[in-house]
């Protein structure tokens, strides 16, 4: 927070009230600029990249730039889920030989944003949000500057409602003692100790712990334990005996017996065990497994991923839930619980009461879509399974693949430039570097056009700066829900869109956002093979 106050400006650019019925959903696609979705009333899912959470009247969500962001309200609710959804950029103009805007990792920690998906918010807090969307809706231009400071105000009670609720929650004894297992598994802890820890006697300690978690505090240190043992012998070569004292137990043989009545293997026949279960929480975690040789145990995907795999992939997927809207975190976890699988992987951000619950089923793996390039994912994701190889022989035959597609690319396409957008409900977006940006412009070396390069993941454009772009070629898709077809016949038919230089020389080409957007290594293989078709065509089709 010191941040905020050297230099930074927080610029309110955009207020919108959203209301759903049941069934219903809103969506932004990959904004170029922050948003806080904040719940005036009503219950229903949040989905950041494929990742889900809970939301509930008074909690907030915080999106990075150039997130895939959608709200639905809850399948059986009655009450209207009513939501403000506040979009705004961050500035340092201070530092302007350093760039105008911060990257996104950057500013979103200067809000303490980083690490969470959802927050709670004080009542006075949401009043505040709704009073900002009230006086915007009608201030002119000279207004909207002095509604600037009261944003700042709401930023400024949402971090410390954000604060507040964590020391509310580490000043909670009995959560403190189960925080100190799940961190300090590997030390030699008693219950007694746990119990002078949480200021109650041992027998009282026991059967508060059971009542509120469900499971003794030993039970839960043992499964603690185990975890992390699963964790090592799937990603590192290390002994029985390492893995032993590395999670806490001096005896690795007891430790043995323990985890083979547990697991159901011992010990060293699952750290070699190539048949592992792997559960994938959203889109990024499939595409990367994939990519690896591995075909999730099962996944949690909408209806629109599972068409996408069934369709393209030709591959069927065992699923959670068709929509991970339709159902809460309870039936999630617990269809996890009966599907035991070794890991669990996820892409984007998670709840953090969420993360901490699929924790004590299995090992759990995060890779946020912001903070590292899809090979830098790759090979975490891989590392964290035990399959290291298969991620250097992917990205080396992915490598070979992209040269020689490049090198046919060049004597196709030569010197012509090329701009990637879409239609997304009333806006317009161009990629930049990231996502398609990655393949086309690194990988395939085709030549961005003009101002491409300087977008970091995507920018929200007028259809009248359009020609400013100056594009010979444009990759152009269109999101399939009314609005965004509406959108785009709109669009087609203006002045401006005529106007521009790919139009008038037919070289507008139609893509589908499956695989082009997803951003994995899995679907980046298949943009290689969908852009030597697509360029190879004599016709490009609108």
């Known amino acids: 927070m010191d941040e905020l106050a050297q230099g930074v400006w927080l610029l309110p650019w955009r207020i919108e009230r959203v209301r759903l019925t049941k069934g219903m959903k809103w969506e932004a696609c990959r904004t170029d600029r922050h948003l806080l979705a904040i719940a005036v009333a009503g219950e229903g899912r949040a989905k ?94 000279l207004a909207r500057l002095r509604l600037h400071a009261l944003f700042l105000e709401f930023v400024y009670r949402m971090v410390r409602d954000e604060r507040e609720h964590g020391r509310r929650q580490a000043g909670d004894p009995l959560e403190a003692a189960r925080q100190r297992m799940h961190d300090r ?64 137990y001096r005896d690795e043989f007891y430790f043995s017996r323990l985890f083979k009545k547990r697991v159901g293997l011992a010990p060293s026949a699952y750290a070699q065990s190539r048949d592992r279960r792997i559960a994938a929480l959203g889109y990024p975690a499939v595409g990367q497994l994939l990519a690896l040789g591995v075909r999730p145990a099962a996944a949690a995907l909408n209806d629109r991923w599972s068409a996408y ?49 699929l924790d004590r089923i299995a090992p759990v793996l995060f890779t946020p879509w912001s903070d590292s390039d899809w090979r830098e994912q790759l090979r975490t994701t891989a590392a964290f399974i035990g399959r290291s190889e298969e991620a250097e022989r992917f990205l080396s035959g992915y490598g070979r693949k992209a040269a020689a597609a490049r090198e ?41 056009a003009r101002n491409v390069a ?25 999101w399939e829900d009314e609005a965004s077809r509406a959108a785009w016949s709109r669009l087609r038919s203006s002045a401006h869109w005529q106007r521009l230089r790919a139009v008038r020389s037919q070289r507008v080409q ?30 490009p089709v609108e």
Not at 456 to 464: F, G, H, L, S
Not at 521 to 536: P, R, S, T, Y
């Open 510 to 539: 139609r893509i589908s956002p499956f695989p082009w957007l997803e951003y994995t290594a899995f679907a980046h293989n298949a943009v290689i093979d969908e852009a030597l078709k697509l360029f190879a065509a004599k016709r």
């Open 48 to 141: 950041l990249n494929g990742s889900s959470a809970r939301l509930c009247k008074r909690r907030i969500c915080g999106v990075r730039p150039g997130q895939h962001f959608e709200v639905a309200a809850a399948a059986g609710a009655e009450e209207l889920l009513e939501l403000l959804v506040l979009e705004f950029a961050v500035h340092r103009p201070a530092r302007k030989a350093e760039g105008d805007s911060l990257n996104a990792k950057a500013e979103t920690e200067l809000l303490g944003m980083s690490g969470w998906f959802a927050v709670p918010a004080e009542e006075s807090t949401v009043a505040l949000g709704e009073r900002l969307a009230e006086q915007w809706e009608t201030a002119d231009e």
């Open 185 to 248: 598994y590997n030390e030699n802890v008693t219950v007694g100790q746990l119990a002078r820890w949480a200021g109650s006697s041992a027998t009282h300690f026991r059967e508060r712990f059971r009542s509120r978690y469900g499971i003794g505090p030993l039970e839960y240190l043992t499964a603690a334990r185990l975890r992390a043992a699963r964790r090592l012998l799937l990603s590192a070569d290390r002994s029985v005996r390492e893995v032993a004292h590395q999670v806490g």
């Open 454 to 478: 300087e977008i970091d993941d995507v920018a929200e454009v007028a259809a009248e700066r359009l020609a400013e772009f100056e594009a010979d070629r444009i990759l152009l898709m269109v």
């Open 309 to 357: 795999y069934r369709s393209y992939y030709r591959i069927e997927l065992p699923l959670f839930r068709t929509d991970p809207f339709a159902a809460e975190a309870d039936e999630l976890l617990g269809e996890l619980g009966r599907l035991s699988p070794d890991a669990i992987i996820g892409g984007g951000f998670q709840d953090r009461l969420l993360r901490e619950r």
């Open 408 to 448: 046919r690319l060049s004597a196709s396409v030569g010197r012509e430039t090329v701009m990637a957008m879409c239609v997304s409900q009333d806006r317009l977006l161009v990629y930049g570097r990231r996502n398609i940006g990655a393949v086309l412009y690194e990988d395939l070396g085709l030549h961005p």
